[in-house]
């Protein structure tokens, strides 16, 4: 092979300067939408005070945002698609400012509970539209790198949120949670309108109503469902049914789908080899972690005896695990192939977090800390390896309505992780009458359930995924 053909055939793990700023730019908006979700939590006994409610009550400002976000993320695509991404990505950030600063001036709970739905509903769009808008940016070998970076900021804001929102509520109040995302989102929203490739919208064509309808309710049961089981407030009954529903209205958008020229999700994606691997092995992987950043405090706090400062500072070591990683899973990706490198990450992650709960962190903390460490760092490449590899065989054309579908299925099974979590503490707790050994086997499930994900991994093909790991800029 000539030499000026060799090098243009060499895989290039630089990205463009306008992919790597689009990313960067689609990133700092996801670090402010996480920042606001995970500082709620701090404040919740203050806010409870002020409104003259009870902590438990304003639990639900949390749920009713993880609602909105449900409901939208269907719709966010065929959305992108009919009005251009960049005009409603634009649309959903004004929208996350006004409901922000609403929430601030909220008189009561019941108003801050309905506008932290409003919330969830502009962070619906935020996500999947900003993903699609670095995924329409970036070239097929751009792909792996740029969604690592798209995430990395976001993995930063649950290790500042909730000091941020202590902070905030002890100095200034509560209010100003809120408030502070006002001039976050005017930066970001300058910075998508002079930075941010636009792509046009395509009026014709008709909303599957229907199935949005469908869909949104179905995965709205589905996730108040798996939040009520991991609340210990909350009885089982109203829980079971809501998951019920939630199964029914799904199993009837599915007769529907079948029947509809173009259904709000396109369900035929999963005739993809590709996409359906990421989609299968993957939400398998994520019901095992999803969990863990709920497990990983209640453990250290119930069982070894560390304070809540303590605990919260050992659950950064995960991830520092997984922040490290994104500067490195292009290159482990490449060496490996995608099915070599998730079931080799898939083995460690299971690993890992098995002896995580097995270790007596206040006897050998450098030994669980490695653990902890060494988890962090598997689940952040599967994740990214999951998130790309979906997109892998997907024309440009699809890749609004297979965001809609991939992000749809990643909050609904990391839901189920935690409702997972949730179930086997309680279950435990039950059955072991006072003592602390099931603690142990709650991690040795959940590492079990990953196991499962990396040996579902080997039925992909030795080729899965290559186009995203080889090709050059002029490609």
């Not at 991404?85 to 996350?96: E, P, R, S, Y």
């Not at 922040?323 to 060496?335: C, D, E």
């Not at 979590?421 to 050994?437: E, F, M, P």
Request: hydrophobic share 55%; charged share 10%; with cysteine.
């Amino acid at each position: 092979m000539p030499p000026a053909t060799a090098a243009a055939a060499a895989p290039s793990e630089r990205l463009s300067p306008q992919t790597r700023r689009t990313a960067w730019i689609v990133s700092s908006i996801f670090f402010v939408e996480q920042l606001d979700a995970t500082s709620v939590a701090s404040a919740l006994p203050a806010m409870a005070a002020e409104l003259q409610t009870d902590a438990v009550t304003l639990s639900a400002t949390i749920t009713a945002y993880l609602l909105g976000l449900t409901i939208l993320i269907p719709l966010s695509g065929r959305l992108a698609e009919r009005y251009g991404d960049k005009k409603v990505f634009t649309g959903a950030i004004w929208l996350f400012l006004a409901s922000s600063i609403a929430c601030g001036l909220a008189p009561s709970a019941s108003i801050l509970i309905a506008l932290r739905f409003v919330q969830g509903m502009a962070g619906a769009l935020m996500a999947p539209v900003g993903r699609l808008i670095v995924l329409r940016a970036a070239a097929k070998h751009e792909i792996v790198e740029a969604m690592a970076l798209v995430i990395l900021l976001a993995m930063i804001a649950p290790m500042v949120g909730p000091f941020l929102g202590g902070l905030l509520t002890t100095y200034v109040g509560w209010r100003w949670i809120f408030w502070i995302n006002g001039p976050l989102c005017l930066a970001a929203l300058w910075l998508v309108w002079r930075y941010l490739p636009a792509t046009e919208g395509r009026q014709e064509g008709t909303f599957d109503v229907r199935g949005t309808l469908l869909t949104g309710a179905g995965f709205a049961c589905l996730m108040w469902g798996l939040v009520s089981l991991a609340d210990a407030q909350v009885r089982s009954g109203p829980a079971a049914v809501a998951l019920a529903a939630g199964g029914l209205l799904l199993a009837a958008y599915v007769r529907h789908a079948r029947r509809t020229a173009a259904p709000v999700l396109a369900l035929d994606l999963l005739a993809v080899r590709s996409f359906r691997d990421a989609m299968a092995s993957g939400s398998v992987f994520r019901i095992a972690v999803g969990g863990v950043p709920f497990l990983l405090p209640v453990t250290l706090q119930q069982r070894d005896g560390y304070s809540p400062l303590e605990a919260g500072l050992v659950v950064l070591i995960p991830a520092a695990g997984g922040f490290a990683m994104k500067f490195f899973s292009g290159k482990i990706l490449r060496r490996t192939g995608y099915r070599k490198g998730l079931f080799l990450h898939g083995l460690m992650a299971a690993a890992c977090l098995a002896v995580a709960g097995l270790v007596p962190p206040r006897d050998v903390l450098p030994a669980y800390a490695a653990m902890l460490l060494g988890f962090g760092w598997a689940r952040s490449l599967q994740m990214n390896a999951f998130g790309t590899l979906a997109y892998a065989d997907v024309g440009r054309a699809r890749l609004a309505a297979a965001t809609s579908f991939f992000l749809a299925i990643q909050n609904l099974t990391v839901a189920m992780g935690v409702a997972a979590a949730a179930s086997l503490l309680r279950g435990g707790a039950a059955i072991g009458a006072g003592g602390t050994a099931f603690y142990s086997w709650v991690y040795l499930t959940l590492g079990a359930i990953a196991l499962a994900s990396a040996f579902m991994t080997l039925a992909m093909p030795r080729s899965a995924g290559q186009d995203l790991l080889q090709g050059n800029r002029a490609s």
